[in-house]
């Protein structure tokens, strides 16, 4: 259950993720993406002595996504995940008209209690204890239960991850400016202050993919005392990451004189990572050139610096890299 404060209950970001969690549930339950955003069950509200306080009723989650997770499973599972991811996103937009605006891998995805099993078990087979088979509805089931852990019978459709959190949502219809997303994961079109759509979702997908495929973050903090983490540092690092910025971009965006002379030659040049996402990339696939390749090909439709440029979420569940040039098995090696 998700108990909103009583200020932003009378807000209209509350009333806003109401109506988000109502789309969500109605607008296309058939949509292959549907189970894995998150369900509204009900809503009610609650008084306390500070006011009147906005619940809402949804399915039991496990834990959030996290970037650990990288150096423990094998490569197929991140590739189930990310495809979900890409089928939630696909729901949202084309289905439900919203954007997520913040999509982490803290705030923004969770697994479902199903998943968490399941990962649970792919990153350490010891922790399942026993599997009890059991008949739900008519169902023969086998329940996994692991050490320290009893769990409660999972539902038969598998949920796998979620998107969850819609309190910074937007719908779709309209012109959007104005801040959004973290600051590490912020998209250009934001932080130069240009118009923003369901491409700024896309950006933060891109920052996902690259975190659990490496473990690492995307755009890292400088080491202490050499840089500010900052607008400044953060339009360096994705020039190094992905090179110039698009003089059509730049020309739709207000802040551009902040950060590039007329030339578009950057103002600023703080000390940043200097690698590009190729060669970034390189160390996690020593001798698996086809996955590096087609990792890479992926990553670069979604880490476009022009949001025209990027792709939709519908474009890339077809990709070559979530069909899997690796056996079932394939695990990444991780530089020391």
């Given at each position: 259950?998700?108990?909103?404060?009583?200020?932003?209950?009378?807000?209209?970001?509350?009333?806003?993720?109401?109506?988000?969690?109502?789309?969500?549930?109605?607008?296309?339950?058939?949509?292959?993406?549907?189970?894995?955003?998150?369900?509204?069950?009900?809503?009610?509200?609650?008084?306390?002595?500070?006011?009147?306080?906005?619940?809402?009723?949804?399915?039991?989650?496990?834990?959030?996504?996290?970037?650990?997770?990288?150096?423990?499973?094998?490569?197929?599972?991140?590739k189930r995940v990310i495809r979900e991811i890409a089928l939630g996103l696909t729901y949202l937009h084309d289905e439900c008209g919203i954007?997520?605006?913040?999509?982490?891998?803290?705030?923004?995805?969770?697994?479902?209690?199903?998943?968490?099993?399941?990962?649970?078990?792919?990153?350490?087979?010891?922790?399942?204890?026993?599997?009890?088979?059991?008949?739900?509805?008519?169902?023969?089931?086998?329940?996994?239960?692991?050490?320290?852990?009893?769990?409660?019978?999972?539902?038969?459709?598998?949920?796998?991850?979620?998107?969850?959190?819609?309190?910074?949502?937007?719908?779709?219809?309209?012109?959007?400016?104005?801040?959004?997303?973290?600051?590490?994961?912020?998209?250009?079109?934001?932080?130069?202050?240009?118009?923003?759509?369901?491409?700024?979702?896309?950006?933060?997908?891109?920052?996902?993919?690259?975190?659990?495929?490496?473990?690492?973050?995307?755009?890292?903090?400088?080491?202490?005392?050499?840089?500010?983490?900052?607008?400044?540092?953060?339009?360096?690092?994705?020039?190094?990451?992905?090179?110039?910025?698009?003089?059509?971009?730049?020309?739709?965006?207000?802040?551009?004189?902040?950060?590039?002379?007329?030339?578009?030659?950057?103002?600023?040049?703080?000390?940043?990572?200097?690698?590009?996402?190729?060669?970034?990339?390189?160390?996690?696939?020593?001798?698996?050139?086809?996955?590096?390749?087609?990792?890479?090909?992926?990553?670069?439709?979604?880490l476009q610096i022009d949001p025209s440029r990027r792709a939709q979420a519908c474009d890339v569940l077809g990709h070559a890299w979530l069909?899997?040039?690796?056996?079932?098995?394939?695990?990444?090696?991780?530089?020391?």
């Open positions: 259950m998700k108990v909103l404060s009583v200020g932003f209950s009378l807000s209209a970001f509350g009333r806003n993720e109401l109506a988000f969690l109502r789309r969500i549930k109605t607008a296309n339950p058939l949509h292959p993406g549907y189970g894995h955003v998150i369900t509204l069950l009900s809503h009610f509200s609650m008084r306390t002595i500070f006011g009147r306080h906005t619940c809402f009723v949804m399915p039991l989650l496990a834990q959030p996504l996290n970037k650990g997770m990288a150096h423990s499973l094998p490569l197929s599972w991140k954007i997520h605006a913040d999509i982490t891998n803290i705030s923004g995805i969770a697994l479902a209690k199903e998943a968490w099993i399941d990962f649970a078990v792919a990153e350490d087979p010891t922790k399942l204890s026993l599997v009890e088979q059991v008949t739900v509805h008519g169902q023969n089931m086998n329940v996994p239960v692991l050490a320290n852990q009893p769990l409660s019978v999972p539902n038969p459709g598998y949920g796998g991850v979620c998107i969850v959190d819609f309190s910074s949502g937007s719908w779709k219809e309209g012109r959007h400016t104005g801040l959004i997303q973290n600051d590490a994961t912020r998209a250009p079109e934001v932080i130069l202050d240009g118009s923003w759509d369901t491409p700024a979702d896309i950006w933060s997908f891109g920052h996902i993919v690259y975190e659990l495929v490496t473990g690492m973050d995307l755009i890292p903090f400088p080491p202490l005392n050499t840089a500010n983490f900052d607008d400044k540092y953060m339009i360096a690092s994705i020039h190094a990451l992905l090179g110039e910025y698009p003089q059509e971009f730049l020309g739709h965006c207000t802040r551009v004189a902040e950060f590039f002379d007329e030339q578009g030659m950057l103002l600023h040049t703080p000390m940043v990572i200097t690698d590009t996402l190729a060669e970034r990339l390189g160390p996690f696939f020593p001798g698996l050139a086809i996955e590096e390749s087609l990792c890479l090909a992926f990553l670069s439709q979604l069909a899997g040039a690796q056996g079932p098995h394939e695990t990444l090696k991780y530089p020391v």
